[in-house]
């Protein structure tokens, strides 16, 4: 293998694939990446077993081939050399690397004992911009469980559906449920369950612009394609539970306030919450047109404020963890917001006023 690259291309291509190389005590390969020189260039490889990365750099390939060698270790190497041409090269089982006033060899293993990235036969495939899956999959990571006892919820529920993508996380404490556009109607409707690693990854690797991301896949694994990176991952196996049931159709108190004004209100009582239960309480007053936000911490002291608001319906409250109701509140795309409840013992729902792409159901504290 003898190839020429620029240090830009290099580096991101490698920054790309190399976060998912871990090590392994039984299989040292994996913390490796797999470099193979073909024509075109330079195509650069890193599995944990469950997600696979792929990315293509261009490069003038001299000769064919292809090693392994440390991910992490090349990934920071490359990224501190000069913008300039780099001179990739096997020799003696090592990887040389040549920039004009640099040379570094590096042990490698063996290409072939790299594990295979199965191709994988796609029954369908959905388009989407990769800002759109971007803002979409943020605005729901976060609400997925960690629990290997129900894996159903230990991941992003993908459902396609004509010209819709709906993403849906819960923790079985709160529920997040975002909607966004694809480029071209679905040729048949068809969801799956995508482990929040997969997720997370695919959040690091799109980017702001325009470019299309081609979603494909089947009952086994998923496949995201965007330019000249292919993440392949498994599914998680089960039925995503029948969420639509738990959402709340029918209100007591509806709140519309500010999304802003109401986030600074929930962090400054925060700072006196109880910790463990991270409980605030919020009581809506219609014919103040307010709510008041309360927290006790008999180590800290105690706040109250009170929030301008619009409130429609009879007077209520609620006790709420704060965290989950920020990350309701932060996800939301719009000056403001507004909050159903129908007692303090069912769920409540956030939304944007405007729209209704994004809902976020959250559990009261029982007192």
Do not use: W
């Not at 890193?46 to 990315?55: D, H, S, Y």
């Not at 709906?166 to 997040?176: E, P």
């Not at 919020?282 to 103040?288: D, G, M, S, V």
């Not at 769920?347 to 976020?360: A, S, V």
């Amino acid at each position: 293998m003898k190839i020429t690259c620029t240090q830009e291309n290099l580096s991101y291509g490698l920054q790309v694939v190399s976060h998912v190389a871990s090590k392994n005590v039984s299989l040292p390969i994996l913390s490796n990446v797999l470099l193979k020189a073909e024509k075109g260039g330079l195509v650069l490889i890193t599995t944990n077993l469950e997600i696979g990365l792929v990315c293509k750099v261009r490069g003038k390939v001299e000769q064919e081939g292809a090693i392994t060698v440390q991910a992490k270790t090349l990934s920071d190497y490359v990224s501190l050399l000069p913008k300039e041409n780099i001179e990739l090269e096997i020799k003696d089982q090592a990887l040389s690397v040549r920039s004009s006033k640099s040379k570094t060899n590096m042990k490698g293993m063996e290409a072939t004992e790299f594990p295979l990235i199965p191709e994988v036969e796609s029954k369908s495939k959905h388009f989407i911009k990769a800002k759109d899956l971007k803002e979409a999959l943020t605005a729901v990571v976060f609400a997925v469980a960690f629990d290997e006892t129900r894996p159903e919820i230990s991941g992003v529920y993908f459902n396609f559906d004509k010209d819709i993508l709906t993403l849906v996380s819960t923790d079985s404490y709160r529920l997040a449920e975002k909607k966004a556009s694809l480029t071209k109607p679905s040729e048949k409707k068809s969801s799956v369950i995508v482990p929040i690693r997969t997720t997370q990854e695919l959040i690091r690797i799109l980017g702001e612009e325009n470019d299309e991301v081609v979603v494909s896949g089947n009952e086994n694994q998923i496949v995201f394609s965007l330019g000249d990176i292919k993440l392949t991952s498994r599914v998680i196996e089960g039925q995503y539970p029948d969420y639509q049931q738990i959402i709340p159709t029918e209100h007591k108190t509806r709140i519309l306030v500010n999304t802003n004004e109401f986030i600074n209100t929930i962090k400054r009582a925060s700072l006196f919450c109880k910790p463990g239960s991270n409980d605030i309480e919020l009581k809506f007053n219609q014919a103040a047109g307010e709510i008041e936000v309360t927290a006790a911490n008999l180590q800290v002291g105690e706040s109250e404020a009170r929030q301008e608001a619009k409130i429609e319906g009879v007077d209520n409250d609620i006790v709420l963890n704060y965290r989950f109701l920020l990350d309701g509140l932060q996800n939301i795309n719009d000056e403001n917001c507004s909050l159903d409840i129908n007692t303090n013992s069912n769920p409540g729902l956030l939304k944007p006023i405007k729209g209704e792409d994004y809902r976020y159901i959250i559990m009261p504290i029982k007192q």
